[in-house]
């Protein structure tokens, strides 16, 4: 598929967690098979500023391409500014956050409360995509709670104001995590533009990767949660989207093996004390589902150096043959 002008060869694609999704994890998700990933969400107003911690966030890998740039904020002219900066760091995409749940991000009047306001969301990807030399997506969900489900109405403004693509999460607001996930609105977001629509909400594996492709005749699925401590969920999806062959989950040696790798990555980009705190919940992430994880996981919680996590993987290891 194409997203403008960028060529994207894959339907699974790394969804932007903020606090999860950095260069180390969007490059071991790219080695396994994501066809497009993203960086965490970065506030416009902070990018205009100059703040360091949101520069940071912005940093793309030749690694990781294509790769989107994800912003939020609710002022067209800040977040249409805070575009030649965004620039510097030359991302494929533009990625406008329209499905941020978190009470701190909708509480600025960002994220998902930008559906309550059709028309200020359509004024931010209008000013966006005067401003960007790349595609501009947009990332929403169904719609603030379930009395104004309006994805459609929303994604027709946003495909009216230039928008290339659209990402829909088939859960309210309201519903934050919580299920069900509902493909019907995904589907209908599909009948209603001409432009990709990407479905995201509880993939978890090549079935039901193929279940929202089927149901809703989205043109990709993005994967979210499901990947946490699982980068090997994108080649699981891509050997079942293009061979229907069901990939088991990787024996334990092989989970301890990719943790090591992934948090050895994140210290090499980021030192090893602040690494090491930040890998904390990834490695707990590793461990789930085997046998003794509640232990391995307080463990973990404690570590601070990548010696104790490899000490500790050993063991897991050794106990789980």
Same mark, same amino acid.
Request: with cysteine; proline share 5%.
């Given at each position: ?14 969804? &932007? ?20 990933? %993203? ?24 690694? %990781? ?56 969301? %359509? ?107 699982? &980068? ?90």
């Amino acid at each position: 598929m194409k997203i403008g002008n960028v060529e994207i060869n894959g339907k699974a694609f790394l969804a &932007p967690m903020a606090g999860v999704a950095d260069m180390a994890f969007r490059e071991l998700c790219v080695e396994y098979g994501a066809a497009l990933v %993203e960086s965490e969400m970065v506030s416009s107003k902070g990018i205009t500023m100059t703040d360091r911690k949101s520069r940071e966030l912005l940093v793309l890998s030749e690694k %990781e391409r294509p790769a989107a740039a994800q912003i939020f904020g609710y002022d067209p002219l800040i977040m249409a500014q805070s575009i030649e900066a965004v620039m510097e760091f030359k991302p494929d995409i533009i990625d406008i956050n329209m499905g941020c749940p978190a009470p701190k991000i909708v509480n600025n009047k960002s994220g998902s409360s930008l559906l309550r306001d059709p028309v200020l969301a %359509e004024e931010i990807v209008r000013a966006v995509v005067n401003a960007s030399p790349v595609p501009v997506t947009v990332k929403m969900r169904a719609g603030w709670d379930k009395d104004s489900i309006n994805a459609v109405e929303i994604a027709k403004r946003i495909e009216n104001a230039g928008a290339l693509a659209i990402t829909v999460h088939g859960r309210t607001r309201d519903q934050m995590y919580a299920p069900p996930v509902n493909l019907d609105i995904i589907r209908d977001v599909k009948s209603a533009v001409s432009i990709p629509v990407i479905g995201n909400g509880d993939i978890t594996d090549g079935l039901t990767a193929a279940k929202m492709l089927e149901y809703t005749n989205c043109d990709a699925v993005t994967v979210g949660r499901g990947a946490l401590g699982r &980068p090997w969920i994108f080649s699981q999806i891509n050997a079942f989207l293009n061979h229907e062959t069901l990939v088991p989950e990787p024996p334990v040696s092989e989970r301890m093996r990719v943790m090591l790798k992934h948090v050895n990555r994140i210290c090499e980009y980021k030192g090893e004390r602040i690494g090491i705190r930040e890998a904390r919940k990834h490695a707990a992430w590793y461990t789930k589902g085997i046998r003794g994880t509640a232990r391995y996981k307080r463990e973990i919680c404690a570590i601070e150096s990548i010696k104790q996590l490899e000490e500790i993987a050993y063991t897991i290891v050794v106990e789980n043959q």
